[in-house]
């Protein structure tokens, strides 16, 4: 330990992120990935590349890719900015919109990576507790703007549950907010179109962003791609300021932007993986487990003590058979296992192990 | 202009970067980019990924480019941590090291980014102004000390003048600096093998971090790598809290890797831009374009009044002629201009354009 560190640093916990085995084999289920591949165009637009392009700086503000996604959403490119996965999103939006010793707003349990990067950024975290039924409290605005929140994160749908809110709820926040609304869709790719929800009249308000990642929809969580969406008296200070001046490099901008652009590609993984979850969800439930509704590509189970087990000891038993899924050791989560959508194989796997103990 | 802005972020101006036309005709003089071609393997590597490797997120530390690194210069791989380009590692010392309302010490002229990173940050810039012959002031360390630097930044060779530092006044800083010293070597690949300069001793101090970049070493701009060389107490708290959790991708991890490991390929390019430098500062000397003498890949040249040209007239005319270089509205440069050093007909092309105005 160093005494170098700023003190809100050394005081802090890192983010503890899902295990990343690089073996192949391993079945993850752990880090909500997509598990359908990558569109064939993405590599078409990789095999294009000649690294001489790599020898100068990229284009600074991915224009190429900015001006496809405002097209996509019907605003236009100063409502847009690129950014290294949703992660370097959160991280901008706090260091342009919160003080040092300002607050970062969020309701509990969500993303463990925003208190991290409030950590970070030397900001409070003021949480507001969701209820048992994981709905949000009625007093949420009033608590967030009680303990000076400068920004709120909220991911919808929500992890780790994926229930979805609608849009009507989001603006009436957005409008009680003292300070500006984030809304985290990195996994609204798998919202049932049903639902109609669609979060972008929010834009017209002067304290809306939304965040939206290629790493869940477009399964390029390996090459880190992620945009923010707002007014431009948001965005702007993001693209010209606080921003790394090249951060989206010449590769990503080039097979980002072509995975982005094979929409029907992208659109029959998402309905393959809202398939899987239900028929996913309904196995879990027929072994006891069972589920709120999810909207995303994930799905937060419940381990009754009459199963038997613990959400530790099955996370442990199925690591020991290579099935990777995430536990939590936290408040609202211990009884908890959040398992990804994978593949029907995938999906059939975790049933039969899980059979295995809980019959 | 958003009242939502932090106060620090409303008031600064952003990085101004350098041109980068995407034509592929413009003579690019003005950034620095070396103007040898990556290497054959780097292409190799990239013809072998499969984008199927892109689903899942990237291994989070980089740890096999972190042990190549980490061999190359005789240290562990907890000495290490990658980077997205130099500018992420600088702004990743500035949020581990810098208090919100701290101080970042800077000699200038120098780097325009570290202002604007500080200004990002919520920090103070202590400067101490170079003497007029580019040399650092003796009282350097006691006036940053006094200023409250909590993390110094030098880059050497010095940008915009080329000149590089000896370790032993490096070491003779580090010493007498309470905080932090950052040695920003950029450019350190193209410094004279005879100069014998080698400041990884500077590492066994707990207060030293060394910045390397491959985007000039490595022909990688496009890419975005770096990385900072540093005593585990200084380099863990970046790894396993204030970085992105994934902020280097799975392309740029192999790609990188690639390039790095074709050291003989890379060394050949340094050793031919030193001596295209040297054959280009002598004939821009005989323009009546004076400069110091450059260690790094390109040369700050003085436009006399005797030139019956400005610098600014001289960049105006370069660029109409489809030649970019850099020209800083900053005290002590207002008379100079940087030009990077290109391949032998970019050179040529640049002395025959001036060679039209200067005589």
Redesign the interface.
């Known amino acids: ?2 005494n ?4 809100n ?2 005081a ?4 503890t ?2 295990e ?1 085995p ?1 073996d192949g084999r391993t079945i ?1 289920l752990n ?1 909500n ?2 598990p ?3 569109s064939s165009r ?2 078409a637009a ?2 294009n ?12 503000t991915a224009d190429k890719l900015r001006d496809a996604i405002a097209e996509r959403h019907g605003i236009a490119r100063n409502n847009v900015v690129v950014t ?2 949703g ?2 999103a959160l ?1 901008l939006a706090l ?8 607050a970062l707003g969020m309701a509990t349990p969500s993303y463990s ?1 925003y208190p ?1 990067l409030a950590n ?3 900001a409070r975290v003021v949480e507001v507790k969701l209820n048992d039924d994981w709905s949000l409290p009625e007093n949420l605005a009033a608590s967030l703007n009680a303990g000076g929140a ?1 920004l709120t994160c909220l991911v919808n749908p929500h992890a780790p549950t994926g229930i979805l809110l609608d849009q009507e709820r989001l603006e009436a926040i957005a409008a009680d907010l003292n ?2 609304l984030l809304v985290d869709e990195a996994y609204v790719d798998f919202v049932t179109p049903e639902r109609s929800y669609d979060s972008m009249p929010l834009l017209r308000r ?2 809306v962003l939304i965040l939206r990642t290629f ?1 869940k929809g477009y ?6 791609l992620g945009y923010l969406l707002g ?1 431009e ?2 965005i702007d ?1 993001i693209v ?3 921003r ?4 989206i ?4 901008q080039a ?1 980002g932007l072509a995975a982005f652009e094979d929409l029907a590609y992208a659109q029959q993984g998402w309905a393959e993986v809202r398939s899987e979850r239900t028929r996913l969800a309904n196995a879990l439930g027929q072994l006891g487990l069972s589920s709120p509704p999810s909207e995303a590509n994930f799905i937060l189970v419940n381990v009754p003590e009459t199963s038997g087990s613990t959400a530790a000891s099955l996370h442990a038993h199925l690591k020991a058979a290579g099935i990777l899924v995430r536990y939590f050791d936290a408040p609202m989560l211990t009884d908890k296992l959040r398992i990804t959508v994978g593949t029907a194989e995938q999906n059939d796997a975790l049933i039969d192990n899980l059979s295995q103990v809980l019959t």
């Open positions: 330990m160093s170098y560190e700023r003190p640093v050394r802090m916990q890192g983010y992120w899902g990343q690089q993850k880090t990935e997509n359908y591949p990558v993405a590599q990789l095999d590349i000649d690294v001489s392009a790599l020898r100068t700086y990229p284009q600074p290294n996965g992660d370097e991280r260091s342009t919109f919160v003080d040092s010793g300002g990576l991290v970070v950024h030397g400068e300070g500006v002067d304290n790493s399964s390029l969580a390996g090459m880190r007014p008296s948001l200070p010209s300021k606080t790394d001046s090249y951060n490099d010449h590769i990503s097979v």
